[in-house]
Antibody, heavy 119, light 107 residues
Framework: QVQLQESGPGLVKPSQTLSLTCTVS??????????WSWVRQLPGEALEWVAS???????YYTPSLESRLSISLDMARNQFSLRLTSVTAADTAVYFC???????????WGQGTLVTVSS | EIVMTQSPATLSVSPGERATLSCRAS??????LAWYQQKPGQAPRLLIY???TRATGIPARFSGSGSGTEFTLTISSLQSEDFAVYYC??????????FGGGTKVEI
């Protein structure tokens, strides 16, 4: 059974960098069948795709955040990470990591982590 | 961007009744649609993919239909554990996946 677990600071100051890591168990991030993604949910809002990465290192970013985003893999630790620079209060959200099956739907999700941007 | 519109925003149903949720895409997405269930404080759970295929372990009371721009999620007989928010998501325009605004199913 695939399990994903987010980790990272729950509070980030405005203008600083948000950094999150997703640890995957029960599956390898080297798999050619999966993309590894971040999805966020703003308070009281719907879900928003943020970024995805493939085992080859190919990256994909949502256009509205692309200039501030970076997603990466750590094969040795079976983890992938997200960095979002120059955060503002508008980036306050629950951030989920998820497995995307072959460029389609998300079949496994982490429990989510609330990141609050505040001084 | 493909915009996904769900209706109604809130659906009030009694246990044992049938619930019908709608999702409309701003352009054709063929059958590349998924449905998720989300309960408070939890991650979304995949229910349906490819518009009508139930995910592993999903009860038969959940069914999906539609293609093109109009889709439906039906819960044939609501159980207490089914009261939640339901989201549709298109993946025709991968990687720019987009979600609907959600339908809250309440008692």
């Amino acid at each position: 059974q695939v399990q994903l677990q987010e980790s990272g600071p729950g509070l980030v100051k405005p203008s600083q960098t948000l950094s999150l890591t997703c640890t995957v168990s029960g599956a390898s991030i080297r798999s050619s069948e999966s993309y590894w993604s971040w999805v966020r949910q703003l308070p009281g809002e719907a879900l928003e795709w943020v970024a995805s990465i493939y085992y080859s290192g190919s990256t994909y970013y949502t256009p509205s955040l692309e200039s501030r985003l970076s997603i990466s893999l750590d094969m040795a630790r079976n983890q992938f990470s997200l960095r979002l620079t120059s955060v503002t209060a508008a980036d306050t959200a629950v951030y989920f990591c998820a497995r995307d099956r072959g460029g389609s739907y998300y079949d496994s999700w982490g429990q989510g982590t609330l990141v609050t941007v505040s001084s | 961007e493909i915009v996904m519109t769900q209706s109604p925003a809130t659906l009030s149903v009694s246990p044992g009744e049938r619930a019908t949720l709608s999702c409309r895409a701003s352009q054709s997405i063929n059958s590349l649609l998924a449905w998720y269930q989300q309960k408070p404080g939890q991650a979304p759970r995949l229910l349906i993919y490819d518009a009508s295929t139930r995910a592993t372990g999903i009860p038969a009371r959940f069914s999906g239909s539609g293609s093109g721009t109009e889709f439906t999620l039906t819960i044939s007989s609501l159980q207490s554990e089914d009261f939640a928010v339901y989201y549709c998501q298109q993946y025709n325009n991968w990687p720019r996946l987009t979600f609907g605004g959600g339908t809250k199913v309440e008692i």
